[in-house]
């Protein structure tokens, strides 16, 4: 995966559309054409930049890709719950890492605020 955060690659983070389209894919039973990820997303994009987005998810191997007859479908790579704790995983290090003690103690204020005990 490329990205500029200096992570060595293993950055997962996902941008909005990118992270909308991911809840459609884990949401199927089966791959899905970027036409059919267009109709069950929500928002108004054009049916070019579904088909990019993935294209670039694809080379990032967050999606699978895979021909099917003309059309390329598409299938996310890991389930939800791995793909998070993956991307949870390193962003939470590399917080730590950068912010020590200060991202600890931020990290149980927004805790506490959204009523979550530690």
Not at 33 to 52: D, F, N, Q, S
Not at 75 to 80: A, E, L, T
Request: net charge positive.
């Amino acid at each position: 995966m490329n990205c500029e955060c200096h992570c060595n690659g293993k950055c997962q983070l996902l941008g909005g559309l990118e992270q909308k389209i991911m809840e459609v894919l884990w949401e199927s039973k089966t791959a899905l054409k970027p036409a059919e990820v267009l109709k069950k997303i929500e928002g108004k994009h054009a049916y070019t930049t579904i088909m990019t987005v993935l294209k670039r998810m694809a080379d990032k191997k967050i999606v699978k890709r895979i021909m099917q007859g003309n059309t390329y479908t598409y299938s996310p790579s890991f389930s939800k719950e791995d793909f998070a704790a993956s991307a949870l995983d390193d962003l939470f290090e590399r917080i730590f890492c950068a912010y020590g003690e200060l991202a600890i103690t931020s990290f149980k204020k927004s805790a506490a605020q959204a009523g979550i005990k530690l």
